[in-house]
């Protein structure tokens, strides 16, 4: 095997991918892989464009029988992204929403597009040389010869390392691992914990209120006893671990509100029982990861009442939406971090482009475009407009029930509030009009629900 950098009109995408039947040609070849992934490889093709091809994981190929050609054995996605970044018009009108949007792509990066006209690639012989490394990256984790993929924990872990934010349920998780009154059992049990159902049930106000709990720019805080609160969270974790318990059970806020009120008295935390101070999870183990035994219980001794008070960002960094648009999830990240309270200008603009794109990103990828124009950017629809088109197709797909589409429609529409499209362009436009930052969080609060429901179903969750 040799690495060695080959023009991408010199790769052909094999007919013999072990994703498909065999094929006869690369059009062929071509169009079942358009078929078979479709946004998926504009999302890899807009990923690569922005952070380049992955150096630890090179495009396999072998030598075919024309000369200066070869044949690709690993990575045929990767290259038929490549393909269609280069040509869009390689997609049929069966796909036009996602030619348009690979024309955009192209119009958008025509330096890095300049810069993938040629690939690092590992060349083998034959076939046979590359099926065992190919095997070892598809066939799962063979018993830990192949690739062991991270759970839910893992992920956020990584996350946590890597963007300096920690998730609500690794909260509770430390706090349960280093708390003295939880079982042992109980905490060698924590690593197999589904945190996807911990999130629902921490992302409700009536749980977090029967929990002694809050959130502060996506800390967990408390103002009711250490024991108490962590009483309760063995009572969820427990349930979760339980074989028998399903997602269902706690799926829409009526089902959550009945199983906390199921709760037997002795398993519910006694909110009658404060500490004279608030404390948070991520200040309440120390450094040896012990939990401070103060007398009375209060772990955390700076008054950080003021501070918990009102967040001072936006949008709470509790809030996560999976946003594969490097532009957009960064946009969302920097709301995240702006303190709305000494940039209320910058965080006011900076939403509206955040709900105009994300808006953009939906009528995109349902192919909701007017004026048959390339891009929503470009339709020269109004924004107003945009999002009602947007809020009647989520209502009639089900993925937002009317009661939440009607509240949102009388936020946007309500020339008072301070998120009604006539107050956002005001904010980029109108040089007399002030955004005020405990305005713009309450806002922000009133829709974020309909960004949460958007982006889910933009990624058809």
């Known amino acids: 095997m040799i690495i060695k950098k080959i023009k991408l009109t010199s790769l052909f ?13 690369q059009k062929e070849a071509i169009d079942k892989m358009i078929e078979d992934q479709e946004d998926k490889l504009y999302s890899l093709a807009d990923d690569i464009v922005t952070n380049e091809l992955s150096p630890v994981d090179l495009i396999m190929v072998t ?5 200066n050609k070869y044949i690709v054995l690993e990575g045929n996605r990767r290259i038929t992204s490549l393909k269609l970044l280069n040509n869009p018009t390689l997609i049929d009108d069966k796909y036009s929403s996602l030619r348009k949007r690979f024309q955009k792509l192209q119009k958008e990066h025509p330096d890095a597009i300049l810069n993938l006209k040629s690939i690092d690639c590992a060349v083998f012989d034959n076939p046979t040389e590359a099926d065992i490394w190919i095997k070892r990256k598809h066939s799962g984790e063979l018993n830990g010869i192949g690739t062991v993929t991270w ?12 963007e300096g934010k920690s998730s609500i349920p690794l909260q509770i998780i430390g ?44 800390i967990l805080t408390s103002n009711i006893q250490v024991d108490e609160v962590v009483k309760g969270l063995i009572k969820i974790v427990t349930d979760i671990l339980n074989p028998t318990f399903k997602v269902a059970d706690i799926y829409n806020r009526e089902k959550r509100k009945q199983y906390i009120d199921n709760f037997e008295n002795s398993q519910k935390p006694d909110l009658t029982k404060e500490e004279p101070v608030q404390w948070n999870f991520q200040d309440i183990v120390n450094s040896d990861g012990n939990i401070p ?32 648009n490097p532009k957009i999830n960064k946009i969302f990240e920097e709301l995240k971090h702006i303190q709305v309270k000494t940039c209320p200008n910058a965080s006011s603009v900076l939403l509206r482009v955040f709900l105009e794109l994300s808006v953009d ?13 390339l891009t929503a950017s470009s339709s020269k629809e109004s924004l107003q407009g945009k999002v009602g088109k947007v809020l009647n197709h989520m209502t009639q797909q089900g993925t937002m029930n009317n009661d939440i589409s009607k509240g949102i429609r009388a936020e946007i529409n309500d020339k008072n509030s301070v998120l009604s499209i006539e107050s956002l362009n005001a904010y980029v436009h109108n040089e007399f009009f002030y955004p005020k930052a405990d305005n713009l969080i309450v806002g922000w ?9 958007l982006w889910n179903a933009i990624n058809n969750e």
């Open 293 to 324: 035994q103060n007398e009375d219980k209060s772990i955390n001794k700076k008054d950080t009442s003021k501070k918990n008070k009102q967040r001072i960002n936006l949008i709470p960094k509790s809030v996560a939406l999976h946003i594969e």
């Open 63 to 67: 030598p075919s029988e024309d000369v």
């Open 361 to 373: 990103a939906y009528l995109e990828k349902y192919n909701l475009v007017v004026n048959n124009a």
């Open 151 to 162: 759970n839910s924990q893992q992920k956020q872990r990584f996350e946590e390392k890597t």
């Open 13 to 25: 995408v094999n007919t013999e991918n072990y994703r498909f039947e065999p094929l006869s040609s």
């Open 175 to 218: 706090l349960l691992k280093s708390h003295p009154m939880v079982p042992n059992k109980l905490k060698e049990a924590l690593p197999k914990l589904n945190i996807t159902n911990l999130q629902r049930l921490m992302s409700d106000p009536y749980v977090r209120e029967h929990m002694g709990l809050s959130i502060n720019n996506g």
């Open 445 to 453: 609060d009133n829709i974020e629900t309909f960004f949460i429901q």
